[in-house]
């Protein structure tokens, strides 16, 4: 450090160890959490365990309290449930093959709890997912997830149209 007649060294030496502070805390900031590349890879890993029936890795992400909601309105299942519904697929070699192409992730303040939702390619159409992960035991594990079929705007009418129908001909099986 160079004396500057006039200026203290102390001055220095304060300016000095307040910015090693200021990077000593940013960079312990970093690393803390993944970052959302590193959530997108595990997110992607989930679904990559359903199309490889890998139900070791596909279950052994998500959180004991982990629910699924499907795309049928009774489908709401915890982990236990939606594992009696999903395994005999897993068993079989074969689960469901669903390519994400677009995600958006926010993360908490405190990075520990991330919502993200995405585009899906499945063999329904597009379908979008979203989903909660939870920070614990320094892990991220996935507490939440829904998966709904995307309508079109112009083709909601005839959706509907559809839906009605669906429900006359339920209620006179009844």
Not at 9 to 35: D, H, P
Request: net charge negative; with cysteine.
């Amino acid at each position: 450090m160079k004396y500057i007649p006039g200026k203290p060294v102390k001055m220095y030496t304060n300016r000095f160890l307040i910015s090693l502070l200021v990077l000593l805390f940013a960079s312990c900031n970093q690393g803390v959490n993944e970052t959302e590349g590193d959530l997108n890879k595990i997110i992607d890993s989930w679904h990559q365990a359903a199309s490889d029936a890998n139900a070791d890795d596909f279950f052994g992400l998500m959180d004991t309290s982990f629910i699924y909601l499907g795309t049928d309105a009774t489908e709401r299942w915890n982990k236990t449930d939606f594992y009696k519904f999903a395994n005999p697929y897993f068993d079989r070699g074969k689960a469901w093959d669903f390519k994400p192409y677009q995600r958006s992730i926010i993360f908490s303040p405190d990075r520990e709890i991330a919502w993200f939702d995405e585009l899906l390619d499945t063999w329904m159409g597009t379908c979008r997912g979203s989903g909660v992960m939870a920070y614990r035991n320094k892990e991220w594990k996935l507490s939440h997830y829904n998966l709904s079929v995307m309508i079109p705007n112009d083709l909601i009418d005839d959706f509907i149209s559809l839906m009605k129908n669906n429900e006359e001909l339920n209620e006179n099986e009844l």
